[in-house]
């Protein structure tokens, strides 16, 4: 089974500090991780993806990723949030042996960034 | 290019009715997916389909029913709606049926009520 966790329901950051959003996961093998981020009644846009090789993976909007295997983390950050960063984050897993291309969602993260 | 798109947008139904929502895509993508979304349980997969006559059952499948009989088109049919199915209904769509797994492109969304 596969499964993650975003600890933090909430992130509260000023404009222009640096943006961290947590995730861990767990899987059976060895994982894909992707970043969403979900504006007020929009669907889900993708932010990044690691699949292999480099653990600092670089995406859209500014955003990077640290993959860390010996904590099983994917966090998502940003050095300088900005006031349109305010969104929910969605953090998910794929295990490379299921089928399906299935994905599994984290909770969300909401980040607010305040001016 | 449109990308995924859902019908409708909004739907209010009584309990006991039915009613299908509508996906299309337009990006040739193999895979289709539909999620639910419910606050602090971030997006759950109902059901999926990995080609054209295909289907299979997801998290959280029970009182839902799917179709998939043209490629572009994944159906999501509710037979007996009730309270509990009042959510926000995503589609989402892939390609890559081997190798690394390709993003998923998310629909805008279905916001269902059912009273």
């Known amino acids: 089974a596969q499964s993650v966790a975003q600890p933090e329901d909430q992130v509260n950051v000023a404009e222009g500090n640096p943006l961290t959003v947590k995730c861990t996961y767990s899987?059976?093998?060895?994982?894909?991780l992707f970043w969403y981020v979900q504006y007020p009644n929009r669907g889900l846009q993708f932010l990044l993806k690691y699949i292999t090789g480099d653990n600092l993976v670089k995406g859209s909007y500014g955003f990077e990723a640290e993959f860390n295997k010996s904590q099983t983390s994917f966090h998502l950050k940003k050095p300088s949030a900005l006031v349109s960063d305010s969104a929910l984050y969605f953090c998910a897993v794929r295990d490379i042996q299921a089928a399906g291309n299935k994905l599994t969602f984290g909770g969300g993260t909401r980040v607010l960034v305040k001016p | 290019n449109a990308g995924v798109t859902q019908t409708p947008k909004f739907r209010v139904l009584k309990t006991g009715q039915s009613m299908t929502l509508l996906c299309a895509q337009d990006?040739?993508?193999?895979?289709m997916y539909w999620y639910r979304q419910d606050p602090g349980m971030g997006l759950r997969l109902i059901h999926y389909?990995?080609?054209?006559?295909?289907?299979a059952k997801g998290e959280v499948p029970d009182g839902y029913n799917v179709s998939r009989l043209k490629k572009q088109n994944f159906l999501l049919g509710l037979e007996s709606a009730a309270p509990s199915q009042t959510s926000v209904y995503f589609c989402?769509?892939?390609?890559?049926?081997?190798?690394?797994?390709?993003?998923?492109?998310f629909g805008p969304g279905t916001r269902l009520t059912v009273l």
């Open positions: 990006m040739n993508h193999e895979y």
């Open positions: 899987v059976s093998g060895n994982p894909y």
């Open positions: 989402a769509s892939s390609y890559s049926p081997s190798g690394p797994p390709d993003t998923q492109y």
């Open positions: 389909s990995v080609g054209e006559g295909t289907t």
